[in-house]
T-cell receptor, first 116, second 113 residues
């Protein structure tokens, strides 16, 4: 069965600190996608990144970077030099080929609080 | 391009009533998915529609239903509301050429009293 675990419920950092959000997933599919979404207080889920199971190349986008390791079934997200605007709940999600990739299974989310 | 829109944004109902939520996908997107978000259960998949057909369904009772129109707009209906149906209902759309990203709307916050 598919499952996404975000063990960190809440993380508090001071502005300019680096922070890593952990995500561990379980799936029996060999073809799947992993996602990170950000949910600010307004409630809308904002797409950040998508990774397919065949692409383990790490990615950097500005202050954001993602580390995908199939060997440990992890897809971790690092924010460098955090800012107050990064405060939000971050969700890791998984979709599988057998459901046509349209059913997202979400982790429980990690609330990030960045204080000035 | 305009994003996913959902109406209404907020809704208050009483137990036993029914409710209909609406979702307009991003222009050109043909797949619409619905999710329920509650503090206790987190984000859970309700169902997905493509070309007016339900393709995937989550583990929700039959009180939860949906439909999609020829213009890809979708509605979700919950009948005989229960207190536990209070939640943020999120709609997402994708172009669905197989492995497309889902983009979410702002959600409808439903409170059942």
């Amino acid at each position: 069965a598919q499952k996404v675990t975000q063990a960190q419920t809440e993380i508090s950092v001071v502005e300019k600190e680096d922070v890593t959000l952990d995500c561990v997933y379980e799936t029996r599919d060999t073809t799947y996608y992993l996602f990170w979404y950000k949910q600010p207080p307004s409630g809308e889920l904002v797409f950040l990144i998508r990774r397919n199971s065949f692409d383990e190349q790490n990615e950097i986008s500005g202050r954001y970077s993602w580390n995908f390791q199939k060997s440990t079934s992890s897809f971790n997200f690092t924010i460098t030099a955090s800012q107050v605007v990064d405060s939000a709940v971050y969700f890791c999600a998984l979709s599988e080929a057998r459901t046509g990739f349209q059913k997202l299974v979400f982790g429980t989310g990690t609330r990030l609080l960045v204080s000035p | 391009k305009a994003g996913v829109t959902q109406t209404p944004r907020y809704l208050i109902k009483t137990r036993g009533q029914q409710v209909t939520l609406s979702c307009s996908p991003i222009s050109g997107h043909r797949s619409v998915s619905w999710y329920q978000q509650t503090p206790g259960q987190g984000l859970q998949f309700l169902f997905e529609y493509f070309s007016e057909t339900q393709r995937n369904k989550g583990n929700f009772p039959g009180r939860f239903s949906g439909r999609q129109f020829s213009n890809s707009r979708s509605e979700m209906n919950v009948s005989t509301l229960e207190l536990g149906d209070s939640a943020l209902y999120l709609c997402a759309s994708s172009s669905n050429r197989g492995q497309e990203t889902q983009y979410f709307g702002p959600g409808t916050r439903l409170l059942v009293l």
